[in-house]
Structure formats: C-alpha cells, structure tokens
C-alpha cells in the first residue's frame, strides 16, 4: 500500500504561485510515476503532469506546459508541482497519484492505482 497526502493548495489571485505537494509514505520502492491531475466542479478529472521516480522524464498537458514544473525528492518521499503564471481556469481540485505498474498511457487516471485525497486551488480574476 502507498499512501498520499497533498498539501499547499489556496486561493491566489490571477498571475500569482502556488506549489503543491505530495507526501508519499508506504511502500514507495514499487513506484513507477508520480502524477498530478485536476478535477474542476461539473468536469472530468484531467491529467496535469507526470514524473517517472526514476530517472528525470517529465510529461505536462499542453495547457500547464510552460507554466507548471513537476519534481520530486526522492529523499523525502515528496512530489512537487510548482504552478506559475496562474489562470482562473485552473481552478480545481488537485489530486496525486501513484502507479505501481509501468504504463504507457501515464495521462489517463487509470494508469495509476493509488490517489490522495486532493487539495482545492482557487484562482481569482
């Protein structure tokens, strides 16, 4: 079992930072990515961003790249994604997740077999 905890979401205004981050604690060792994805209020929970645990490959959607950096510590246990440049449209429900397995389709929820509780991130025009 992995367990998640996220942390580090708010309200911040349009433009502004805000770094989320994703405490892992069990057994980590089976970890193959780490990811990020989002679910806002009415939608379908969508990939945001990816990172292998070993190695350095990172993937990102196409309306977070540039803006958002996903990073690891593998000392810590910790998964980060620093968001820059906020929108309102980012507005959601952020939640990590873990694979224990390798899959190519990383972007799709059903890649990942463990998921955190989800932290809100508000962004105001």
């Known amino acids: 079992q992995v367990q998640l905890v996220e942390s580090g979401g708010g309200l911040v205004q349009a433009g502004g930072s805000l770094r989320l981050s994703c405490a892992t604690s069990?057994?980590?060792?089976?970890?193959?990515?780490m990811g990020w994805f989002r679910q806002a209020p009415g939608k379908e929970r969508e990939f945001v961003a990816a990172?292998?645990?070993?190695?350095?490959?990172?993937y990102y959607a196409d309306s977070v790249k540039g803006r958002f950096t996903i990073s690891r510590d593998n000392a810590r246990n910790t998964v980060y994604l620093q968001m820059n440049s906020l929108k309102p449209e980012d507005t959601a429900v952020y939640y990590c997740?873990?694979?224990?397995?390798?899959?190519?389709?990383?972007?799709?929820?059903?890649?990942?077999?463990?998921w955190g509780q989800g932290t809100q991130v508000t962004v105001s025009s």
């Open positions: 069990g057994r980590t060792f089976v970890q193959y990515f």
């Open positions: 990172i292998r645990w070993s190695g350095s490959s990172t």
């Open positions: 997740a873990a694979s224990s397995f390798y899959s190519s389709t990383y972007y799709i929820p059903s890649a990942y077999d463990y």
